[in-house]
């Protein structure tokens, strides 16, 4: 068969599949493969087995699962021709927490579907990823046909953690995995319907600070007043960290940020406004921070810092008047090209010993998950064939967008593999990643399974957007 | 007999008693009748029966366990001539929570005595209250003999959640409470073996302060730099409510506070000096607050506001890159004479509306245990009496102190019964009151009730230290 025919078979597959990829995902959430709490590591070695049992069933056919010494990572195969480019999908069947419980309208690992949408932790992000991936490859095997590129499969367990054991696994796996071009199966796009090629994604720095004042908890009677309290000291060293409307004031934090360029601001300031709509969705009136960039900016191509968590003292219900001995709030920042993880604990390290209060002591603490930001040259071709696939699909051009989070794999494709990671996924900004209840549009699993069929085709044909770094 | 006979009896009584008072005090102690967490109802109910058995078997006449709309008060009467004055003694059964539990050295219902200290939550605070008073009424029937005075038994099951229907109580059963003078058997001395009579006692008001941003949790990635983050919110308005010295800079806070007055700074400043030795103990450099005032005039006599607690957002292990929706905090103020504890709820809420930065919402909630300063006239008889019976005991003329912390009931016998209340308790201000670890000395129980049974004979001596309030 030519080309255009196995695409059409394949199309043709993805229409007659379509009915069971709701029950396929919903199968793939109920393992509850949390890998940030080591309870869960039953679950999580649950999940890799499912994601190797599922690659098989799809046809491809070289499926391990490698130990590492953190969680297991699926490898799957299906090298046809050796004439063919190799592509590798990357994409990760660990999710986040669930906490606060409370707030799931339905169990976080008993999926369920209302009004179109698939509830459940990791619905989202990224196990619609994953399956999108697997169903589009799995399109052109079911006839009988085969994808027309050799594929490499690669589903990690610890994305959520900050992938630490995939730097080491890249490198020692150059050979299974070598490759022309990635693609993360881990992303999103700009809006329902509205689809976007992301060119590039922010990285990410993350500490914990610890205040600790007296050595036990004392009575607020007998000693407030008169004994520093690390919650007010972690309160004023917070504070400090940005002015109020939100501009980070640690001195060395922008270091080698180059200012926004025209091109991406043009970029950002042409993307379809339904601002208004989001804000009212997120339950708010406005914006908020730095006045001199827009908000898009502030998401998607700005530095960040946000707390993430704070905690000290007594919070149960009612009152313990008590003058706690320790407080602690995790901070993490998002960075863009031109920022180094480590100089920027360095940097906050630096400014919390400047303006820790008289009377306790602070620690900040690297937390894992850092990681580098990453951009592709905004005219490479793979972006180009990305946008044609979704436009298939979607009716619609896609814009260039920048996303705001932190995908680790793809810059350490660039740096380790040597080859360049394009962004092809379907996350839309509204499913709740990393909050209660997360979802996943039943039909914008199919869109995005025939978007990433049209992909393969289209990768197959345009050999320059498979060229590796040079 | 005479009653110097009866005083004699009764302090051989406590010789011969005392080897027993340390189990008696353990056992107490293994009840835990944490009273703000309503899963420990049984164990509140059990702790009010095992004092109504314990004031039976010390001979008091009537017993009785009160309900009330929360948890019963217990009350024993031994009213054994209408021509004696009746004494009041006030104490509670109920304890403090014990989080954080990994911080005990030993469980905290397992009481256990090391290097001569009872280790338990509530040995302190004020099971050791309790027991001594009634060892001392005991150490009068023992051989046969009575107590000097009338005395009426209150203990209530409420006093760590802030005696919500104490006054109702007191109100309800005024003709069963009819007495000359209370006496408060929760409470302190100034250092071990260094008596003090304390004077006064603080009020509180407490709030929680809840901020809200988003409608739910966002991921930091995609609305980090762009949506207002209630934890940095909180930690600004955290951040106002003190200058970095600790000076209160809440409008309206201090309304109605006269200047400490000379007398009082005198009587303070002349307290033996050990705050090098109690700095070590804290491990504190050194004491933290307002130059304007000493550490001891901070922690005794002038206005405080303490943070008793923060939590918002990802607080376990390890990073959770989340945009919190919520955080709150505990704050709670120990009150002077001349504020009342409603008026400074309400500068609070006006302050906290003033300073909540743009973006989120914040709500000021008072907290349950508000209660106004109690104080004694300086020179008032029942003062002279409760220093000669310390003295007698340690040796050592007790100072006038004022206590920080907050016993409401002190206030309420005031205002409802019309009557004063005498401070007469021994906890020692290392005894790690509402921390973990908290302990009471064995020596300390016979000391103290060797003083109450001075402290009775004495009272019956001075009948001008029992007129009520004129």
Known sequence: MSTAEDLTAALDAVERNAGSYAADLMDFVRLPSVSTETEHRPDIDAAATWVAARLSRAGFTEVRTIDTPGHPVVVGRLHHDRDLPTVIVYGHYDVQPVEPLELWESGPFEPEIRDGKIYGRGASDDKAGVLIAIQAVEAYTASGGLPPVNLTFLIEGEEEIGSPNLPEFLD????????????????????????????????????????RGASSDLHSGMYGGAVANPIMALARILSSLQDAEGRIQVEGFEAGVEPLQPSVRQALAALPDDEEAELAQLGLKSWWGDPEYLPRERRNVRPTLEVNGIGGGFQGNGIKTVLPSRAFAKVSCRLVVGQDPEQVVAALKRHVAKVTPAGVTATVTPLPGSGKAYQMPVDHPALEVAAESMEAVYKRRPFPVWTGGTVPVAEQFQAI??????????????????????????????????ATVRLLAGLAERRDALAPIS
Chains 1, 2 share one sequence.
């Open 172 to 211: 020692q796996h150059r050979e299974l995995l070598r490759a022309d071009l990635a693609i993360s199966a881990d992303g999103g796009i700009y809006g329902v319907g509205t689809p976007s090629v992301t060119v590039g994604s922010r990285g990410l720095a993350a500490v914990q600070i610890d205040v």
């Open 417 to 450: 593999l040597g080859i360049w990671c394009l962004y092809f996924a379907f996350g839309e900004p509204d499913n709740a990643l990393h909050a209660p209840n997360e979802f996943f549009r039943v039909d914008t699993i199919r869109q995005g399974t025939e």
